[in-house]
């Protein structure tokens, strides 16, 4: 009796609710997600954007000209992607010769055994930065891309 009850008060609801529509379609918001988002293009330093690929260039001045109108949230972080991408290519361009050179000396010098250590923990902080950076970079896009969304509603 109980299970009857329940499908017969569903089979009321469909039939008398008008249909609802989840979402509707909004072509202006489409329209400029599509051709002013930007899409990074994997780990190479390159973005989509209106389907042309542009290079990002080694600290961001690439991107220089899409967020001059964001938000300070924004800009704030593409500079701190720009602070951590200085950091990391100069510890990386640092540690790795360091590193390099001193083991291949290391079996005529064993004391050059201290400054291999050295340029190897330089080099792994580079590392870390790196990933920071990278971080930062899809974090100000997310944002670029969030506000831009929104100045058009």
């Not at 949230?73 to 390099?100: D, H, N, W, Y």
């Not at 930065?129 to 997310?142: C, T």
Request: hydrophobic share 40%; glycine share 6%; with cysteine.
């Amino acid at each position: 009796m109980k299970n009857k009850l329940v499908i017969c008060g569903a089979a009321c609801l469909i039939l008398l609710c008008p249909p609802v529509k989840a979402q509707v379609a909004d072509t202006a918001t489409k329209n400029t997600y599509e051709h002013e988002a930007l899409m990074l293009a994997g780990n190479r330093y390159q973005y989509f954007k209106n389907n042309e690929i542009h290079r990002i260039k080694a600290y961001g001045q690439g991107l220089d000209k899409e967020f001059l109108n964001v938000s300070s949230e924004t800009k704030k972080e593409f500079s701190r992607f720009r602070e951590q991408r200085r950091r990391c290519v100069a510890l990386l361009s640092t540690g790795g010769p360091v590193m390099i050179v001193s083991a291949f000396f290391i079996p005529f010098a064993p004391v050059l055994i201290v400054p291999f250590l050295v340029g190897t923990g330089v080099y792994a902080t580079g590392g870390i930065i790196a990933n920071k950076s990278r971080r930062s970079l899809n974090r100000s896009v997310w944002l670029r891309n969030r506000d831009v969304i929104v100045k058009t509603k």
